[in-house]
């Protein structure tokens, strides 16, 4: 995905809301007893890096009441069936300490109880990747890489 527009990108909000309307037409939930059940608004959240963003995904899903959007600070303790997480790093090309951050990243990956989906830019590594060449001993930078090395490999 090309995010030209920085973090503010109405791209993704597009993209965000986009994933919970295909979730919604044709993803299931399966409840204790093994029965499938079609997935409700309010089996599902996104997780955005911006409360800007959120706003935006929110306006793009004003007719989906019961989808849960907002930021990882936002989301502490809750979870759903199904979470859209935008990456915090998507539309950067610096990798300020905002988007950096490990416990932010480790909320929005760990909402879910059965289903993610992240989006992620392309250039979201090669930004990694320099901030870690001019910060080699910056364990959080290292860990942010291999976390987002492994989330491609899975895409």
């Known amino acids: 995905m090309a995010i030209m527009a920085g973090p503010g990108d109405p791209v993704l909000a597009e993209t965000a809301a986009e994933r919970i309307r295909e979730l919604m037409d044709g993803g299931f939930v399966v409840d204790a007893d093994g029965q499938h059940a079609p997935v409700h608004a309010d089996d599902l959240a996104v997780i955005s890096?911006?409360?800007e963003q959120a706003s935006a995904i929110a306006a793009r899903l004003a007719d989906v009441p019961g989808v849960l959007i907002g930021t990882a600070n936002h989301m502490h303790g809750l979870?759903?069936?199904?979470?859209?997480?935008?990456?915090?790093l998507v539309g950067y090309r610096e990798a300020p300490a905002?988007?950096?951050?490990?416990?932010?990243?480790?909320?929005?990956?760990?909402?879910?109880?059965?289903?993610?989906?992240?989006?992620?830019?392309?250039?979201?590594?090669?930004?990694?990747?320099?901030?870690?060449?001019?910060a080699p001993r910056d364990a959080r930078l290292a860990?942010?890489?291999?976390?987002?090395?492994?989330?491609?490999?899975?895409?």
């Not at 950096?100 to 090669?126: F, K, Q």
């Not at 987002?148 to 899975?154: D, G, P, S, W």
């Open 49 to 51: 890096p911006h409360v």
């Open 79 to 88: 979870e759903r069936e199904a979470v859209v997480v935008i990456h915090p």
């Open 98 to 134: 905002c988007a950096t951050g490990l416990g932010r990243l480790c909320v929005a990956l760990s909402r879910h109880r059965a289903y993610a989906t992240v989006i992620v830019d392309a250039d979201a590594d090669l930004v990694l990747a320099h901030a870690q060449r001019e």
């Open 143 to 155: 860990t942010q890489r291999h976390v987002l090395a492994a989330l491609l490999a899975l895409g």
